[in-house]
């Protein structure tokens, strides 16, 4: 039997925090990894270049059943004091537009400095280890039949997204074998799938607009930026910022619709009339020669197809009903969505242990005292942009600095 004051389960970015700052305070503290290295699901955040935190921080970059739990957190070990504690350990900031990045732009930076510390401070690393149990007797932890016995335990295994790097699903799992109620995981910053069969019609085309999240005539939440569209649906990153709220509604067992406005900053009305100033300026055109350069081609034979128009009729045949039409999908373009692609290409999963059985203060368990719970484990995720490891960095100091061992 190995004996520890503190036992992490899960050597990512929570967990290596959370053991640096145990081990800080002179506690013997191991780390269990399933994987063959630490911070494995480090190396591909940010496209390899690790966005670990944000300087814009509000409690809306945060969400979950109680999104003010997870920005509690944050408020005690913020985005400044993030930077402060990688440049500490050698990581020098590169900030783009509030973005910020170690400056050798590679992710094994942040990787690597923290498994220094790892070693610096005697945490004993435990790697292939896969922790399939976790019992509390006589006030200790015994782990995987006995063989590891801990005081306390930091839970910080990962949520299910990416589980080629970690992230499988085990914590729940002991989590829930502990006592703890788990809201159902699902998909978060991921591609939404759509029910419309646009195909490979506009399959890779990129567009600026406007996309609103729609629900029974309920604007639900909407983000601006490019869009990508693609075979199955629709991708980018304003659809990420919104999948966590489309598949929320999709495991509810309703059908939320994703609108795309080609045109934001104008109105209908505006759009219609420029549509016919243009194709009455063209009426020696077809409608296929009136569309060019006003949108993608592809995305313009797709609109026409759609409205019912000819693509190879002459634009002094269009019918005020057209205009009406066209414009109206222009303007609500529609992804009736019926669910995401799947944690293997989520960057993140929502769900996880119910807030309201953790402390807000240390993270502890109010259910099992000495078990502490971090990072994607919880029911607290954030939107795209640095703010999944800033819940990472924030909840793994905030447990490792509250853990409270009895003997010496």
């Known amino acids: ?14 967990g290596m925090v959370a053991a640096i700052e145990a081990a800080k305070r002179g506690y013997r503290t191991a780390i269990l990894e399933h994987k063959d290295r630490l911070g494995k699901k480090i190396l ?22 109680h999104p003010e739990f997870g920005y509690h957190i944050i408020k005690k070990f913020d985005e400044k004091q993030t930077i402060k504690y ?27 400095v923290l498994a220094m510390e790892c070693r610096r401070y005697g945490i004993d ?68 799938k759509a029910k419309e069969k646009y195909g490979k019609t ?8 406007k996309g609103t999240l729609m629900l029974h005539g309920r604007e639900v939440v909407s983000e601006t930026g490019e869009f990508l569209l693609t075979d199955y649906g629709i991708s980018g990153i304003p659809v990420f910022q919104m999948s966590r709220f489309a598949n929320e509604l999709v495991e509810e067992g309703l059908t939320p619709c994703l609108y795309l406005d080609l045109f934001p900053t104008i109105t209908e009305v505006e759009l219609i009339v420029m549509l016919k100033h243009r194709f009455s300026n063209s009426f020696y055109k077809t409608i296929e020669e ?16 759609e409205a019912k128009i000819a693509f190879d009729g002459m634009s002094k045949n269009m019918r005020e009903k057209d ?15 019926i669910g995401s692609n799947g944690f293997d290409q989520a960057q993140v999963s929502a769900g996880g242990v119910n807030t309201d059985e953790i402390d807000p203060e240390t993270l502890e368990s109010k259910l099992v005292k000495g078990l502490y719970l971090t990072g994607e484990v919880v029911d607290v995720d954030g939107t795209c942009g640095g703010y999944n490891l800033q819940w990472a960095w924030s909840s793994g100091v905030i447990a490792g600095r509250s853990v409270v061992c009895n003997t010496k």
């Not at 009406?324 to 222009?330: I, S, V």
């Open 1 to 14: 039997m190995k004996k520890y004051q503190v036992v992490i389960i899960g050597g990512g970015a929570s």
């Open 44 to 65: 591909a955040t940010g496209n390899g270049k690790c966005n670990y935190t944000n300087l814009y921080q509000t409690k809306d970059c945060y969400r979950g059943s």
């Open 86 to 112: 990688f440049e500490a350990m050698g990581i020098l900031p590169k900030v783009r537009n509030g973005y910020v990045y170690p400056n050798s732009e590679q992710a094994a930076s942040v990787a690597d």
């Open 125 to 192: 690393i435990h790697l292939n280890e896969h922790v399939a149990d976790v019992k509390k007797k006589n006030d200790k932890f015994l782990i995987n039949s006995g063989y590891y016995e801990a005081e306390n335990v930091i839970l910080a295994a990962g949520g299910c997204a990416a589980p080629k790097q970690g992230s499988d699903g085990s914590g729940f799992v002991i989590a829930k074998a502990l006592g703890h109620t788990i809201k159902n995981p699902f998909p978060a910053l991921v591609q939404l």
């Open 202 to 209: 506009i399959s890779g085309v990129r567009c600026e607009a």
């Open 290 to 305: 009136t569309m060019v350069g006003m949108l993608n081609h592809k995305l313009s034979y797709l609109l026409l197809k």
């Open 323 to 337: 205009f009406y039409n066209l414009a109206r999908l222009m303007k609500q373009m529609p992804f009736t969505i």
